[in-house]
């Protein structure tokens, strides 16, 4: 009999990040270029970024307090897939700035809320083990590669409206292979530590971290929200766009092979500390030699440490520094403060400076100085609390 902890359910739990990151792939990219299909400016294109990614503050930390009290995680998951592939679906019915971001706000409210879910019980099935939950998390780098490069292809042979398309086929698969997952039994909680979520959310040690975390995000808004219009802009293509993107990913895959080596030897601090500052370089070539394919392609690789192993050691540090108790809040907490606040800003700040292309540079110049200040928030703090 199948359980939690067999291969075939790991190989689920597999193709549930590829599927869901593979989402990432076909809507965070080129939503500008959908969105300037329809006649949206860059101003309007950053306002519902923010705004939607506001959704990630509510949804995460609802359903969080709900799995944790209910220990029905995978129900909730299950639940989530489904309302995200409703609301998602709207928008071949609707139009228009509102309407728009509403749909797309109710679809991220949900689509948010089912990771931390997936992290809790992939953790749970691997044990903690950083090395073997390195080998799952790596496919959702693989069908985020997959699916960018396919979606670009596709922009390119129909239209801007290509990703709604592919994004329903992906939205449909997620929700198919999470009906047939399987979560371990509940255990009775041993630990000793009863320190509340709230006491060890105010600690310096947790403060440095979510505001290290909240200024990466920010430094991604002109890389989620206008890439695919920046490479336009350069002269690429949709499909040499994808395959960009694509190119960032594939190192990330590389990265998550050996991240749960790296965060064993070196600690999650220095770890995180290297991979930011490596981000803030990244966003500097962006900014100033993007224009030249090799640069590009260097600064393209740097998403290994900017993504890859940037979030496999948040992902260690949160699931070691909450525990077994408080670890699906502790997840959403980090969620809904680094991707909800921290994005939302980012896309809101870089819609402002984009001004139809012409404030490229300078936008990927401050979030190479977001991203720097991100770093040094970590420095203060010690080795051996993190």
Not at 178 to 200: C, G, H, M, Q, Y
Not at 375 to 381: D, E, T
Request: glycine residues 10%; aromatic residues 16%.
């Amino acid at each position: 009999m199948r359980s939690a902890y067999s291969s075939g359910n790991l190989i689920l739990l597999a193709f549930t990040y590829l599927f869901y990151f593979g989402q990432f792939g076909v809507f965070i990219p080129y939503l500008g270029v959908f969105l300037d299909g329809r006649g949206f400016s860059s101003k309007e294109i950053g306002e519902l970024f923010a705004l939607i990614t506001f959704a990630r503050i509510a949804g995460p930390n609802l359903w969080a307090a709900i799995a944790d009290s209910t220990g029905k995680s995978l129900r909730l998951l299950q639940l989530g897939a489904l309302l995200t592939l409703s609301m998602f679906s709207l928008a071949f019915w609707v139009d228009g700035f509102w309407y728009l971001t509403i749909s797309f706000s109710l679809m991220m409210m949900f689509w948010t809320a089912i990771l931390p879910q997936v992290e809790v019980l992939t953790l749970n099935c691997v044990r903690a083990n950083p090395v073997r939950y390195g080998y799952i998390r790596l496919w959702g780098s693989i069908g985020y590669i997959l699916l960018t490069v396919f979606t670009g292809k596709m922009i390119d042979i129909f239209s801007s409206e290509a990703p709604l398309f592919v994004g329903v086929v992906v939205l449909s698969s997620l929700f198919m292979v999470t009906l047939f997952l399987i979560e371990p039994k509940s255990e009775a909680n041993t630990e000793k530590d009863e320190v509340s979520i709230w006491r060890k959310i105010r600690q310096p040690v947790f403060y440095a971290f979510i505001a290290s975390a909240i200024l990466l995000q920010l430094s991604f808004g002109p890389y989620y929200g206008f890439f695919a219009l920046y490479m336009r802009d350069l002269g690429y293509s949709g499909q040499a766009t994808g395959w960009f993107v694509g190119l960032g990913v594939a190192a990330e895959v590389l990265i998550f092979l050996k991240a749960g080596t790296l965060i064993n030897r070196f600690g999650v601090k220095w770890v995180l500390v290297v991979s930011i500052l490596l981000t803030s370089l990244r966003w500097y070539l962006l900014a100033t030699v993007a224009a030249s394919p090799i640069f590009l392609v260097a600064a393209q690789c740097l998403h290994a440490f900017s993504f890859g192993l940037a979030h496999a050691a948040s992902m260690h540090f949160i699931h070691h520094y909450f525990g077994f108790k408080d670890q699906s809040q502790g997840q959403a907490i980090y969620i809904s403060f680094a991707f909800g606040i921290g994005g939302a800003a980012g896309g809101y700040f870089s819609g402002n400076l984009w001004n139809q292309g012409a404030g490229a540079q300078l936008s990927f110049t401050l979030a190479a100085i977001s991203a720097l200040v991100a770093a040094c928030c970590l420095l203060p703090i010690s080795s051996k609390r993190m």
